[in-house]
């Protein structure tokens, strides 16, 4: 977009910055603000956001990252699956390297799974209709921006009366585990930079409980410099009272109050909310998408009888606490040391959206 | 993973347009987003259009960071 520059432009970056520190001074306590989106955390390293913020105002990083979020069950699952004969597993890119355990799907492919990596859920489709005599197993992880892209492929396999082609659902909903993060009472959070893109299809109305039930702000915020600041500006004139508590959107050019209705529809249609795991934060209600009874013919789940080992979470590895925002990359042992983007140990260094990375990548 | 970044509509038909950004090309479906257009910018998001890019509200996001730039200079100038 013709614009993007402008969102980057230094003297915009200096009067924000200059505003958060003025009304900052009027805040007289420590101020936490938690994003729940991968890419804002890798903005804001890369950025340097953190360093341009006054001392009583920081940023924690929450259950943003899909993979990250992914507990090894989903991944053991996958590799059991991978084990069957006559299986093809198709996958986003990050998903292939996360550990479980001492397992995980790279290695199962040195060991002769088939495993393709796929850029979009279309991609998983395409293999499906030219390998007929295989079955195709797509492993569909995201939040709300992912989740009608699976139900669509879902959509046209029904359509090209496809009979090969499979879904393994672990798709997961932001705003319930926002829930849990402000019902946990061992930490505080004073406002949400909300997801852009999640929110681009949810729109606004499903965080109206943070500020009115909670006294949390909310935000939605965009993704260049620029918005970021604004953004963490409006969450700070809600924190010392010039602004009204509520759920306000940056990204304006972008999110609708409604969100994208035709994609809510079709989420609505092929899946159900149902209770899921996360990983750090474990069990939240109806914080999970599974496929929906009418579309059993291409549920991984039901169409694979299969006998899981659930293996355990690396030693030391404080991926969980990470993702819940109470402890930071610097705080974990292994960080830098024997933990790092060419062999991870936890799912935070594998993709890039993780925290892990994100500071390996930028925050020297 | 979840990267979505902003890209132009070049061509449109039924279900799919092509869409780029600096030059690369790409073909994406847009059956997601109600009355695209050609020259539209539009949220890609793995093979997918999720949203539009409303250009009037990125043009009054921007003002308001002009608006703010010249109060900072003015603030400066007076101390
Ligand atoms: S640095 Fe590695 S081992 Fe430590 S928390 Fe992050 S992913 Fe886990």
Redesign the interface.
């Known amino acids: ?1 013709e ?2 520059e ?2 980057r ?1 230094p ?2 970056i ?3 910055v ?2 958060i520190h003025t009304v900052s001074k009027k805040i007289k306590k420590e101020v936490k603000l938690m994003e729940v ?3 804002h955390t890798m903005a804001i390293a890369r950025w340097g956001i953190r360093k341009m913020l006054p001392e009583n105002v920081s940023l924690i990083s929450g259950p943003g ?3 990250c979020v992914t507990p090894n069950q989903f991944i053991d699952t996958a590799i059991e699956i991978s084990k069957l004969g006559n299986v093809k597993i198709a996958t ?3 998903m292939y390297r996360v550990p479980s355990g001492k397992k995980s799907l790279e290695k199962q492919s040195a060991n002769g799974a088939v495993v393709d990596i796929v ?5 998983a489709l395409k293999i499906a209709e030219k390998n007929p005599e295989k079955k195709i197993v797509f492993l569909a ?3 709300e ?2 989740s ?2 699976t139900a ?1 492929v879902i959509l046209y396999a029904r359509n090209r009366k496809l009979k090969n082609f499979f879904v393994l659902s672990g798709h997961k909903l932001i705003p319930p585990a926002m829930v849990a993060l402000v019902k946990d009472k061992t930490h505080h959070i004073d406002g949400f930079l909300c997801p852009g ?1 999640v929110s ?2 949810i729109g606004s109305e499903p965080y109206r409980v943070f500020p009115n039930n909670y006294g949390v702000p909310c935000v939605i915020s965009g993704f260049e410099v ?2 970021i600041l ?1 953004s963490i500006l409006m969450l700070l004139e809600m924190i010392c009272g010039k602004r009204k508590l509520s759920v306000e959107i ?1 990204y ?4 609708l109050r409604y969100g ?1 209705t ?2 809510q529809k ?1 989420i609505a249609e092929v899946f159900n909310v149902v209770d899921v795991d996360w990983r750090g934060i474990g069990m939240i209600e109806q914080s999970g998408l599974a496929i929906n009874r009418k579309f059993t013919e291409f549920d991984a789940f039901s169409n694979f009888k299969l006998d899981v080992k659930i293996s355990s979470e690396a030693k030391s590895c404080i991926c969980g606490q990470i993702l819940k925002g109470l402890k930071t990359p610097l705080d974990c042992k292994l960080y830098r040391r024997l933990c790092t983007p060419e062999s991870p140990i936890g799912p935070c260094m594998v ?1 890039s ?1 993780g925290t892990c990375a994100a500071y390996y990548n930028y925050e020297r | 993973m979840c990267l979505a970044i902003p890209m132009k509509i070049m061509k449109k038909k039924g279900n799919t347009a092509v869409v780029s950004l600096g030059g690369v090309e790409r073909t994406i479906d847009v059956s997601l987003v109600k009355g695209i257009k050609t020259g539209d910018y539009v949220i890609v998001h793995a093979g997918f259009a999720i949203q539009k890019l409303n250009k009037k509200e990125a043009r009054e996001t921007l003002k308001l960071f002009d608006k703010m730039k010249y109060g900072t200079y003015r603030k400066i100038q007076k101390s």
């Open positions: 977009m614009h993007i402008k969102f432009n003297d915009y200096k009067a924000l200059l505003q989106c991968g890419t990252c899909p993979v986003f890119g990050d850029y979009s859920p279309l991609d992880v995201g939040f921006t992912t009608p892209l669509k893109h681009a299809i620029c918005d604004q940056q304006t050019r972008c999110v994208n035709v994609a079709i993709s959206e």
